[in-house]
T-cell receptor, first 113, second 116 residues
Framework: DAKTTQPPSMDCAEGRAANLPCNHS???????VYWYRQIHSQGPQYIIH???NNETNEMASLIITEDRKSSTLILPHATLRDTAVYYC??????????????FGGGTRLMVKP | DTGVSQDPRHKITKRGQNVTFRCDPI?????LYWYRQTLGQGPEFLTY????????KSRLLSDRFSAERPKGSFSTLEIQRTEQGDSAMYLC??????????????FGAGSRLTVL
């Protein structure tokens, strides 16, 4: 799986958009970008994933650059409850492979009032 | 469905004792995973099952660790002769098999183990 690089921490003002970057310059053509988050004392929570097109769901938007070497997770209106560690993971989809997601250090997002 | 349930949520034990954790996945999910997370680190993969078959084990899963999923539903993770280094959060997750559920895991809240 391709390695990802994320800033260790970020701050965001409540109500503003939180833009979390992720670099994955060695991504291969069949690897997807996944985002999870982990709120304190809870298990990780799936947010969104994409291959090359931008994706949006009720939680967030995922913007993937045209060369696919980086992506940005956007929380459009951050709330205090979005304070968490956000993990960017790159992974293939393969019927014969287990979904052994590899979590790095992630970005600790602090949403401040 | 109430999601992935783990029991107990907290376990304190003395070094050398055996402990067992239970995970009840989402009922229609045929894949079940165990991860371990130590303070300040991301979760680390331990093992996974597809139905009742244990398909992969990490090198982190020493001989003192054993996981089962006897009927393809709930799973147990047992640690024998616990050591202080086993202190961690043990996370269970479940998913549908690819392509439907590829890499979209639902995690439980975890079982925190403290070995004294």
């Amino acid at each position: 799986d391709a390695k990802t690089t994320q800033p260790p921490s970020m701050d965001c003002a409540e109500g503003r958009a939180a833009n979390l970057p992720c670099n994955h310059s060695t991504i291969s053509g069949n690897e997807y970008v996944y985002w999870y988050r982990q709120i304190h004392s809870q298990g990780p929570q799936y947010i969104i994933h994409g291959l090359k097109n931008n994706e949006t769901n009720e939680m967030a938007s995922l913007i993937i650059t045209e060369d696919r070497k980086s992506s940005t997770l956007i929380l459009p209106h951050a709330t205090l409850r979005d304070t968490a560690v956000y993990y960017c993971i790159v992974r293939v989809v393969n019927n014969n492979a287990g979904n052994m997601l590899t979590f790095g250090g992630g970005t600790r997002l602090m949403v401040k009032p | 469905d109430t999601g992935v349930s783990q029991d107990p949520r907290h376990k304190i034990t003395k070094r050398g004792q055996n402990v067992t954790f239970r995970c009840d996945p989402i009922s229609e999910h045929n894949r079940l995973y165990w991860y371990r997370q130590t303070l300040g680190q991301g979760p680390e993969f331990l093992t996974y099952f597809q139905n009742e078959a244990q398909l992969e084990k990490s090198r982190l899963l020493s001989d003192r660790f054993s996981a089962e999923r006897p009927k393809g539903s709930f799973s147990t993770l047992e640690i024998q002769r616990t050591e202080q280094g086993d202190s961690a959060m043990y996370l269970c997750a479940s998913s549908l098999a690819p392509p439907l559920g590829a890499n979209v895991l639902t995690f439980g809240a975890g079982s925190r183990l403290t070995v004294l």
